[in-house]
């Protein structure tokens, strides 16, 4: 299998570094989105991508300028899978969006397209049969900040042929990832199998008024070396994505506690436009958040 033709799916916070990172690596790449308003975002969040790959990667300009024009946009889906030969869909991570998206998906992309899914938390096999081409569709998870935080998660559903498996682990080290097989579903993967519980832990610590935000994150910052703490992290993930998950839990559960998380991080968080490190604002303040300040830790 040879990928030359790589859609991704969706523009939101790792959708579009994703595709700046096949970009990167000389894939011709199209940018998919609901409509051109929020392509139009997507692009000028590009400008800020080279400058990250500047800074950390040391990116030419020669490179930079190579990778702007392998990156394409198109909000009609079926124009912008007629030739991939891969798609990574990083659309909200909503089951029913999901299946909504890969019903459609089903009908207008080529026989050869493989499909990935960059859910977080969801298992490949929740949407395999929505595909209509489960052995060419697995998941494909990337850390934020993928060009220094470089995993590639790639992990088989049963019905995965092994070929595809193969060629998306292939993929993965020639868009600069370390590539990371993963034998057997696993709900969050390996990374996420680690970090969610983290970052469930200093929320409740949070939420239940044991702690504030940064006692905890010092906490742990002090304890273990970490750079960061738990909200600081929260915040490079995205705190729609954190509010998604847990309103995913406080429904199937009606645990008070995750009912009361969800409603705070809608009012104080969301609806305020407090939604981390892409927005300015999240827990803390950005580009210079207090946990980076030399006293932080005293």
């Known amino acids: ?9 969706g523009s939101g916070v790792l959708g579009y570094q994703i595709a700046f990172q096949c ?4 894939f011709n790449v199209t940018v998919y989105d609901i409509n051109d308003e929020v392509l139009e975002k997507a692009k000028a969040k590009f400008d800020g991508m080279a400058d990250n790959f500047k800074r950390d990667l040391n990116a030419t300009q020669d490179q930079l ?11 009609d889906l079926a124009e912008a899978v007629k030739d ?10 909503n089951p029913d969006i999901k299946i909504e998206f890969y019903q459609k998906l089903a009908k207008v992309s080529p026989e050869k397209t493989i499909f990935a ?12 049969e929505y595909t209509g081409r489960p052995e060419k569709f697995l998941a494909f998870h990337f850390a934020n900040e993928i060009w220094k935080h470089n995993t590639g998660e790639v992990m088989k ?4 042929s092994q070929e595809v498996f193969d060629a998306v682990l292939q993929f993965a080290k020639d868009i600069g990832m370390v590539a990371l097989p993963i034998y057997k579903e696993q709900p969050g993967y390996i990374v996420n199998s680690l970090l969610v519980p ?36 929260l915040d490079v993930v995205g705190i729609t994505t954190a509010y998604n998950i847990n309103k995913m839990e406080a429904e199937a ?31 803390y303040k950005y580009p210079n958040p207090s946990y980076q300040e030399k006293d932080f830790l005293k």
């Open 1 to 9: 299998m040879n990928f030359k033709n790589v859609t991704i799916a």
């Open 23 to 26: 970009a990167f690596h000389g």
């Open 65 to 75: 300028d190579a990778t702007l024009k392998n990156l394409h946009y198109n909000s």
């Open 84 to 93: 991939a030969d891969l798609l990574i869909e990083a659309v909200p991570e």
């Open 117 to 128: 899914s960059n859910s977080s938390t969801l298992l490949p096999s929740q949407f395999a």
């Open 157 to 160: 559903h049963p019905g995965t």
């Open 198 to 233: 983290l970052l469930s832990a200093a929320m409740e610590l949070w939420i239940k008024e044991v702690a504030d935000i940064e006692t905890i994150d010092k906490t742990w910052m002090v304890a273990t070396g970490a750079p960061t703490g738990p909200f600081g992290i």
């Open 253 to 283: 559960t009606q645990d008070p506690d995750k009912l009361k998380l969800v409603e705070t991080l809608q009012s104080e968080f969301i609806d305020k436009g407090k939604l981390g490190v892409l927005s300015g604002e999240g827990f």
